[in-house]
């Protein structure tokens, strides 16, 4: 069964510094991933996607993403952050014993960014 | 442009009321979703339309009941609701199964 786990509920970073969310996936094949954020009392938002393409993937506001098939991670990254990035993110994987018609989303974390 | 909009933002019910969520998309996608989260949780999926018939029902009690009148709306029907069904209701879209799905903002639900 397809699974991501996040590593970290809780990630603090100050402003300016790299932002790191770490997102490891479980797939018996080929894996489409998705980061998404949720800022408080709204809905997701995709920030990114892998769909077997480039391995780099860029989002928006900043973000990025690298997948590493001998690692099975798709970590989250962004080279400075901001205020706004304070949020909660969730990694997710395409649902292959559903037909592909289920996400299913890792725990996530919540990015906290200190002046 | 990639929004869905649900109404309403927040609503307040009793455990005997009947109330309804509405979804709307534009985008022409022929998959709809509803999602239920609580507090710190991630989404958890409930039902997944496609082609507007029914294609997953994840279990749910019957007191959740969706409808898809056509490929731009969905609805959640809600009757006899229990306290601990207070959450955020998402509702999601994509082109097609399997492809990217789209969230709306929610409707936060309080069942008192």
């Known amino acids: 069964a397809q699974s991501v786990t996040q590593l970290g509920s809780h990630v603090s970073v100050s402003e300016g510094a790299l932002v790191l969310l770490r997102c490891n996936y479980s797939s018996s094949v080929p894996p489409y991933l998705f980061w998404y954020v949720q800022y408080p009392n709204q809905g997701l938002q995709l920030l990114l996607k892998?769909?077997?393409?480039?391995?780099l993937v860029k989002g928006i506001n900043g973000f990025e993403a690298e997948f590493k098939k001998s690692e099975t991670s798709f970590h989250l990254t962004k080279p400075s952050a901001h205020m706004s990035d304070a949020a909660e993110y969730f990694c997710?994987?395409?649902?292959?014993?559903?037909?592909?018609?289920?996400?299913?989303f890792g725990t996530g974390t919540r990015l906290l960014v200190s002046p | 442009d990639t929004e869905v909009t649900q109404t309403p933002k927040h609503l307040v019910m009793g455990m005997t009321n009947k109330k309804s969520l509405k979804c709307e998309q534009h985008m022409g996608h022929r998959a709809m979703y509803w999602y239920k989260q609580k507090a710190k949780k991630p989404p958890e999926l409930m039902f997944v339309?496609?082609?507007?018939?029914?294609?997953i029902n994840e279990s749910v009690p019957s007191r959740f009941s969706p409808e898809c009148p056509n490929s731009s709306l969905l609805n959640l029907h809600l009757h006899a609701l229990q306290p601990e069904d207070s959450a955020l209701y998402l509702c999601?879209?994509?082109?097609?199964?399997?492809?990217?799905?789209?969230f709306g903002p929610g409707t936060r639900l309080l069942v008192l």
């Open positions: 892998y769909t077997s393409a480039a391995t």
């Open positions: 997710a994987v395409r649902d292959l014993n559903t037909g592909f018609q289920k996400l299913v």
């Open positions: 999601a879209s994509s082109q097609v199964i399997g492809e990217t799905q789209y």
């Open positions: 339309y496609s082609y507007e018939k029914l294609s």
